[in-house]
């Protein structure tokens, strides 16, 4: 493996991370506060299908976005009235949303387009495209010399190399799921908000006696969650991929739960495991299939690899991880 | 003449059928510490949720300084000045003092300058109530003394005038309580108003200036604490005479009935709860463990009554008993004619969901009267119910009952009632009185005596030390795992043993 197939492989993990990133930081905010959210992979489906639908029918993939974030926090909103609101089991509230976010997509989806299930392909104005850092070598370089980039790519030195493939030519979004991750520490360590909610998710007798209400500190949590995973969602769609497909999400809000618990609920080594994690998503998809000793390793082996290594990762590789004390009781007041 | 710090006017509060308050009036002058004393169940509690705005009263008015205030909610109960220091303590445990003291009382958005300020502000405090707390500290590694500390400065942080505290005696060692009856007395001279809620009289009796007592629902007396007497206030608690002090007659210990042998305990999370004990119990008598709660009496309790493993030795009757593996359970301990009344008897002791009789056949449903053919007798198990809930004046006396609709004392007769009636030679006894009525604490305490008098061998644990020292003829003091030391129980005291429990080894332990 050359140096320049390692940061292809690279540019890919950090494309795979960023739904993760994202789910993992709404994951992070939810359950910091005490609520589960086993529901993120609704979520991020349900925001992958209105961004898509949206961005299609309208062209404009910010109105897509929009939409994306809207029925996500819908779906928090739900999540909230059963499981804050009505005390109910959160697992539960979560698994219907999975279920809710899988059956409605495709329903709709064949309803308005009739493609089965899916949406029309989205073009230049209804994705997210890379955006050209400064200095990078891009398409433009491309087109100004009239010769294929990646010939220019390969001509250029090593630190061009890194700069324009692995740094440059993301979306935005992928830079948004980036430094979501300092500002989500700064937000939970630095401010007031983030030690209330905290402390909501440890103990929430000391915020309700403190005069602080608990209610809504846990809806504001699961409120950003739902903006994170309506962001996540539609980067899916409409960034990493042109459109909606049925179960697009396959699996990442699940991945994204068992990062969060691999970060034991921190949220730079949020960062580091979702980028793990697609790290693994990025090989399988890289190298389809591998010789290992002769031995042809099947497709289906790689593809499961990801997954695979969750379950060796959370088995064994954790440690003792605490999950915030509160951590899916529904609150009750009493002394 | 000032108005008074707080006055209640009337106050009544129903859930449901239940009249929780009914018609409460008191007022408490401020700078006195004044106590309120009542039964579980009396309404204390809920006077109280009512004061710092959990529940809203039904009736009635609550003025504070000569005002009327409402307090709808916490924060309100925090404005008007009042702070309450909670049984259970609300602090968040992986986050340090400081940071449980700004809670909820930040100045503005951003973290650093709230807590800088309030550094400052809370040595001020330190320095004028002689609250000393590492402000740093992360609550789990300080003790509970210290947390309660952190709670009387959370609320003197707030600008309480008026703090409320919540039996906060109940975890604490004798030294800490006394510690913390200093601070209250410094409080008091700086103008504080304290109410004091407790159970236990001799607190009433030493530290507060007036006393309300409550009985059902109700304000039976508001006392001036100088003018009345520990029996007085009793019975106005139970509304009948009550014996305080358990009829003794000295011990006649026969043969050991139980004997440990290096007994260690470690739990699931590898830590070594019992560490390497010996002890003997012998016929006719009661050995007392003492200790603040959390230093290996539970695990005791619970590896003698077939609920745990360990290693080491235990005999009964000079028989070798298995520690783990067959024999070993909880069926097995029965058997072998130990009984087990456990500590926490809504956990252990009894199915709350379950009707009265079903959980009297617990433990004991393979004796051969409760079996017909393939069946059981429930007709037999429920006669026998229902004769031994007349037996242990247990009321309501009605064996189709949930366990969960008795109170307390009646839940833990019920309990006693099983397991004593089953003549065991060894009896088991954890916090025989946690959360029961004094006229009930009365009954069992009479109930264990009689059962030493027959020449049976009792361990009791207890977190109470009034409970150890009245019943116990000797008395052993458990500290982190290990026996601090062994003192006959008419030739120690409260100080001694205090001192024991906080793990300062006496000499010739």
């Known amino acids: ?335 | 003449m000032t108005a008074p710090a707080i006055e209640l006017k009337g106050i009544s509060k129903a859930f449901g059928p239940v009249q929780a308050n009914k018609d409460i009036s008191i007022s408490v002058e401020p700078g006195t510490i004044h106590g309120i004393i009542g039964e579980n169940g009396a309404g204390k509690s809920t006077l109280m949720s009512i004061l710092y705005g959990f529940y809203k009263a039904d009736k009635g008015e609550i003025w504070i300084k000569g005002t009327r205030t409402e307090i709808p909610d916490s924060l309100a109960a925090i404005s008007a000045g009042i702070g309450m220091v909670f049984q259970h303590f609300k602090l968040v445990e992986n986050f340090t003092v400081l940071e449980n003291i700004v809670l909820g009382a930040e100045d503005s958005g951003l973290l650093m300058p709230s807590l800088s300020r309030a550094r400052k502000e809370l040595k001020e405090l330190e320095e004028e109530y002689e609250l000393y707390v590492d402000p740093d500290k992360r609550i789990d590694e300080i003790g509970v003394g210290m947390q309660q500390r952190v709670e009387i400065l959370k609320a003197l942080y707030r600008k309480a005038e008026i703090l409320i505290l919540d039996e906060p005696t109940g975890v604490l060692t004798p030294a800490e309580a006394d510690q913390l009856f200093r601070i209250l007395d410094r409080l008091r001279s700086e103008g504080k108003t304290i109410i004091l809620i407790t159970h236990k009289l001799r607190e009433i009796m030493e530290y507060t200036d007036t006393v309300s007592v409550m009985r059902r629902g109700q304000m039976t007396a508001t006392v001036k604490t100088a003018e009345s007497s520990p029996e007085q206030l009793a019975e106005l608690m139970v509304g009948r005479k009550v014996l305080l002090r358990v009829d003794k007659v000295p011990a006649t210990p026969g043969k050991p009935i139980l004997e440990i042998e290096k007994l260690s305990v470690v739990d699931s999370a590898g830590v070594q709860r019992v560490k390497d004990i010996d002890l003997t119990v012998r016929a006719g008598e009661i050995l007392g463990i003492a200790g603040v709660a959390g230093n290996g009496q539970s695990e005791l309790l619970e590896v003698l009554g077939g609920m745990r493993e360990g290693t080491g030795a235990i005999r009964i009757n000079g028989q070798p008993l298995p520690l783990s593996g067959a024999g070993s359970d909880a069926r097995s301990r029965r058997h072998d004619g130990i009984a087990h009344v456990p500590e926490d008897r809504q956990r252990e002791g009894l199915i709350m969901d379950f009707h009265a009789w079903e959980n009297v056949g617990f433990g004991y449903h393979r004796e051969p009267e409760y079996q017909k053919g393939l069946f059981l007798d429930n007709a037999a198990l429920r006669a026998d119910t229902a004769a031994k809930m007349e037996k242990f004046d247990v009321r309501p006396p009605n064996p189709w009952l949930a366990a969960k609709s008795f109170s307390g004392g009646n839940q833990q007769k019920i309990v006693v009632a099983r397991e004593i009636e089953r003549n065991p030679d060894l009896l088991l006894i954890g916090q025989p009185t946690r959360g029961v009525d004094i006229g009930a604490i009365e009954f069992i305490h009479q109930q264990i005596m009689a059962l030493r008098d027959q020449g049976k061998a009792i361990l009791l644990v207890s977190v109470e030390l009034e409970e150890i020292l009245s019943l116990s003829d000797r008395v052993a003091v458990m500290f982190d795992g290990k026996i601090m030391g062994e003192r006959p129980a008419d030739q120690t005291d409260e100080k001694e043993l205090g001192l024991l429990m906080a793990g300062v080894a006496g000499e010739a332990a």
């Open chain 1, 1 to 335: 493996m050359d140096f320049l197939t390692l940061i292809q492989v690279l540019d890919s993990t950090v494309r795979m991370a960023t739904p993760l990133l994202l789910a993992c930081l709404a994951g992070l905010f939810s359950e910091r506060a005490g609520i589960f959210d086993i529901g993120l992979e609704g979520k991020m489906l349900m925001a992958a299908f209105f961004s898509a639908a949206v961005a299609a029918v309208t062209g404009n993939v910010w109105l897509g976005l929009l939409a994306g974030i809207g029925s996500s926090m819908l779906l928090s909103g739900l999540h909230g009235l059963a499981s804050i609101t009505f005390r109910g089991n959160q697992l539960i509230s979560g698994v219907a949303l999975n279920f809710l976010a899988s059956g409605l997509t495709v329903l709709i989806a064949e309803s308005w387009f009739q493609q089965g299930g899916r949406t029309p392909s989205l073009f230049t104005k209804g994705r997210f495209n890379g955006i050209e850092l400064p200095f990078a070598i891009g398409p433009s370089e491309a087109e100004a010399a009239d010769r294929p980039l990646s010939e220019l790519i390969k001509e250029a030195n090593v630190i061009q190399q890194l700069y324009s493939e692995l740094i440059s030519g993301h979306s935005i979004l992928v830079y948004v799921a980036v430094l979501a991750v300092p500002l989500t520490w700064w937000i939970l360590f630095r401010t007031r908000f983030g030690l209330r909610l905290r402390a909501v998710g440890e103990n929430p007798a000391a915020v309700d006696t403190a005069g602080v209400s608990v209610r809504g500190l846990r809806f504001a949590a699961i409120g950003i969650a739902g903006v994170l995973c309506g962001i996540a969602g539609a980067y899916l769609a409409t960034g990493l991929q042109a459109g909606f497909v049925k179960e697009m999400t396959s699996g990442r809000g699940y991945i994204a739960l068992a990062a969060l618990i691999f970060a034991k609920w921190r949220p730079w080594h949020a960062l580091g495991a979702c980028l793990l994690f697609g790290l693994l998503q990025a090989v399988a998809l890289r190298f389809q299939s591998i010789q290992l000793g002769g031995v042809s390793i099947p497709v289906q082996v790689m593809d499961a690899l990801p997954y695979i290594l969750t379950v060796v990762i959370l088995a064994g590789f954790v440690g003792k991880a605490i999950p915030p004390r509160a951590g899916g009781q529904p609150y009750v007041k009493e002394r």
